[in-house]
């Protein structure tokens, strides 16, 4: 089978809409979508041919969010979209397996403890 190069970018112009569509996503969730896309995604990863995209290289990708100091929330989302958007390049048989890694690269997000209000005993 001959491997085709395919970059990241290829693959999001060939099957993006037909993922988005499918998956029937509200307006606000494909906007925050493209949004990353534009922003973070595709400046990076855009030219690579994705057969050369590896758990280095999208560990790189993140170390350079970190320094961009985004809030780890807005990190988590980005990771889910990037993990989609490899997964949809494993679905199409354009990658063997996704380099986006769970234990290597999710963002942790730290969840503070929201103030409650007191209790009034006898009320």
Known sequence: MAVRKVTLNGLLDLHW???VEH???RQSTQDGYAAMLENWIKPF???MPLQQITK???GEFFSNLRRESLS???????YSLLSKT???AVAYDLLQFSPVNK?????????????????????
């Open 17 to 19: 809409s037909d993922y």
């Open 23 to 25: 998956q029937k996503l």
């Open 45 to 47: 990863f855009g030219e």
């Open 56 to 58: 280095a290289t999208v």
């Open 72 to 78: 780890d929330n807005y990190r988590k989302n980005v």
């Open 86 to 88: 490899f997964d949809i």
């Open 103 to 123: 234990t290597l690269h999710r963002p942790t997000v730290i969840r503070e403890e929201k103030p409650t209000l007191p209790v009034e005993k006898g009320v």
